[in-house]
């Protein structure tokens, strides 16, 4: 990843699905 999210409740919410799907 060229840019990195703060570790915000929201953030990891909304991009959970998205980033777990990556990871996967």
Do not use: G, R, V
């Not at 990843?1 to 996967?24: C, V």
Request: hydrophobic share 40%; proline share 17%.
């Amino acid at each position: 990843m060229a840019f990195e999210l703060p570790p915000l409740p929201y953030a990891h919410d909304a991009l959970q699905p998205h980033i777990s799907k990556e990871t996967l």
